[in-house]
Nanobody, 119 residues
Framework: QVQLVESGGGLVQAGGSLRLSCAAS????????MGWYRQAPGKQRELVAD???????NYADSVKGRFTISRDNAKNMVYLQMNSLKPEDTAVYYC?????????????WGQGTPVTVSS
């Protein structure tokens, strides 16, 4: 079992930046995909960005060009740099890890960190 703890959320004005961090309790080098999801009030949780162990990244269309995901396997950390924030980015942001071990699949979630973007 891997525990994930997010930090870095807060209140920011539109156009501002935030950097979210996700600290894992164990090595993430074997976790195939690390990602960030978000859930706005009254909406479903959605993928924001993810990154494979090989460094391949994937972004939601709504954040492309503004957000950057990165992972540091040596430090067991995942980051989400968020620039040019918009009010519609307001949500609780969750760190996620997806691991495939043979036929077994594991999905780990953090507790979330809130981000509020004021207009």
């Amino acid at each position: 079992q891997v525990q994930l703890v997010e930090s870095g959320g807060g209140l920011v004005q539109a156009g501002g930046s935030l950097r979210l961090s996700c600290a894992a309790s164990k090595s993430i080098s074997s976790i195939n995909v690390m990602g960030w999801y978000r859930q706005a009030p009254g909406k479903q949780r959605e993928l924001v960005a993810d990154i494979t162990t090989g460094g391949t990244t994937n972004y939601a269309d709504s954040v492309k060009g503004r957000f950057t995901i990165s992972r540091d396997n040596a430090k067991n950390m995942v980051y989400l740099q968020m620039n040019s924030l918009k009010p519609e980015d307001t949500a609780v942001y969750y760190c996620n890890g997806r691991a495939f071990y043979g036929i077994n699949f594991y999905s780990y979630w953090g507790q979330g960190t809130p981000v509020t973007v004021s207009s």
